[in-house]
């Protein structure tokens, strides 16, 4: 991998732990593997609990001159980071593939996207505003200021290893706080390149570190129970925000959390079938379906169902399937062996359940854990992936009648996160766009992330928002000052 890269030092393999480059206490590592190839990239080391309440410490000294700074300081040097993340744009995408597995030109846009984030939210930073109230009394002056939350500590997912990070770091350190990163186990090099273009920007020392670690649960658990960390922000699983929520809830902690999705795309008999096949390719087999916005269900009207799953079919026939570092890549591999295994299971129960196979449906020739991207028919909501987020290349396609029916069964969901819809009439339009209860809804579109919209999900998918005017929120607690003149 280190051939590479066009600056070889990007591919750091130390933590960055209060402000020094480190390895853990004990001297434990892991190994870091691409999914492609299924080879070791190289070892990091496995830091725990004990590292991690060290980089609280920094964190939370820096962390007070930071917020003294003016926004404007803090947003020069977030603005230097941004700058670095792009002017190595495609080293960071190499790193980001190899340990990964999404193909180059994606994560060539995950980079401009996750760079976006430190580069909106630089700007933001100087319009933290607060307001005047008129007085309740006439000798009385009322203020409203907003002030950083403090130290914040960040697990994230392996499946946008950059961005993830960068959706919270952007608010965080732009509002005054100081960030911990605790990236996923399977993609710490993306993390930890990044934590090299903050050293290079000039991130004062201690105010963000990253953690590598196996111990996802003891570190949670540091997060969770030192008093010095303010808040959680946490992208993954339902099951894990709920058990990080349980445990923030001792010390009454501040959460945002970005949980699993269940995104029905819809497709009704006035849509532009050709734009709507467009949509549910990029939709569902981005990243190789796993994303948390992901089609995960597909609602066809039944008058263009036949026809829209021939169309669909012959799109998916065409996506190539290989090693994300090769030319020409649409689909890599899945992260692991278990995805594969959830994949093969959703189709198994589906089958058994009377869906039909119209294409895929097999591990991929290229073995390890690639998988033929796959679409069946008659899928219904007795099947598990009507409940379930599958993760993964499979395009299931549901048949509906009406509105009435296909919003029901669109919102018969624990999730919340994102739901796309085909239309053209107008009125229908503006009727299923408001009646579908999620945080995020596509209207002819498959692609809806950017970091000027409000992303977050409502229901089981999650608290909070990130991106846009409204995600430094989220970093900021509101101060009421009363004052008597
Ligand atoms: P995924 O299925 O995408 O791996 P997870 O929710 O399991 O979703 O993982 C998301 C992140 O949460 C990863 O960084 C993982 O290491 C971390 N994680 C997993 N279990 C826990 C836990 N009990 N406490 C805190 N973090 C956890």
């Not at 980079?111 to 909106?120: P, Q, R, T, V």
């Not at 299931?396 to 009435?404: A, G, I, M, Q, Y």
């Not at 995020?440 to 000027?452: C, D, Q």
Request: glycine share 10%; proline share 4%.
């Amino acid at each position: 991998l280190r051939s590479l890269l066009r600056d070889p030092g990007l591919l750091e393999t130390r933590a960055y732990l209060a402000g020094e480059w480190a390895d853990a206490d004990n001297g434990a590592t892991f190994e870091v593997t691409n999914p492609a190839r299924g080879d070791v990239i190289c070892t990091v080391p496995d830091l725990g609990r004990a590292e991690t309440a060290r980089a609280i410490g920094a964190a939370q000294v820096a962390q007070k001159d930071w917020a003294a700074r003016t926004a404007r300081e803090r947003a020069t040097i977030l603005r230097r980071w941004y700058d670095l993340m792009m002017a190595h744009q495609d080293d960071l995408a190499t790193i980001l593939t190899a340990e990964m597995g999404k193909p180059l030109a994606e994560a060539k846009g995950e980079i401009a996207y996750g760079a976006a984030f430190i580069e909106w939210f630089a700007e933001e930073g100087k319009r933290i505003y607060g307001e005047t109230i008129p007085g309740h009394q006439p000798d009385k002056r009322l203020m409203v200021i907003r002030q950083p939350v403090g130290v914040v500590g960040a697990i994230t997912p392996w499946n946008f290893p950059n961005a993830m990070i960068t959706r919270k770091a952007g608010p965080a350190l732009a509002a005054g706080c100081a960030f911990i990163s605790k990236p996923a186990a399977e993609t710490p090099l993306s993390a930890l390149a990044l934590a090299v273009l903050a050293d290079r920007a000039g991130l004062p020392k201690g105010l963000f570190s990253v953690i590598p670690g196996t111990d996802a649960a003891g570190i949670g658990q540091e997060f969770c129970e030192n008093p010095l960390v303010r808040k959680i922000t946490f992208t993954g699983s339902t099951n894990v925000g709920r058990i990080l929520l349980r445990q923030a809830a001792d010390q009454v902690k501040k959460c945002s959390m970005e949980l699993g999705g269940n995104a029905p795309f819809i497709v009704f008999d006035d849509a532009d079938l050709d734009e709507a096949v467009i949509g549910a390719i990029a939709c569902k087999f981005r990243n190789n379906g796993q994303t948390c916005v992901c089609a995960n269900r597909i609602y066809v009207q039944a008058g263009v169902y036949d026809a829209f799953a021939a169309k669909l079919a012959e799109a998916v026939a065409a996506l190539k399937v290989g090693d994300g570092l090769q030319e020409g890549t649409d689909l890599g591999p899945l992260i692991t062996d278990k995805a594969v295994q959830k994949v093969e299971e959703h189709l198994a129960d589906a089958t058994a359940r009377g869906a039909t196979i119209l294409r895929g449906g097999r591990r991929h020739g290229n073995g390890g854990t690639f998988f033929e991207p796959t679409v069946v028919t008659g899928a219904t909501q007795a099947m598990q992936f009507a409940t379930e987020e599958t993760f993964g290349p499979l395009a299931p396609l549901f048949k509906f009648d009406t509105v009435e029916d296909v919003i029901a069964m669109a919102n018969d969901t624990i999730f919340g996160l994102a739901s796309y819809f085909y239309a053209r009439d107008l009125s229908r339009v503006y009727k299923v766009a408001e009646a579908l209860e999620y945080g995020i809804v596509g209207v002819n579109t498959g692609i809806i992330s950017t970091e000027v919209a409000p992303f977050g999900g409502v229901k089981q998918s999650g608290l909070g928002r990130e991106g846009s005017r409204h995600g430094i929120e989220d970093y900021l607690e509101m101060k009421y000052i009363c004052m008597s003149v």
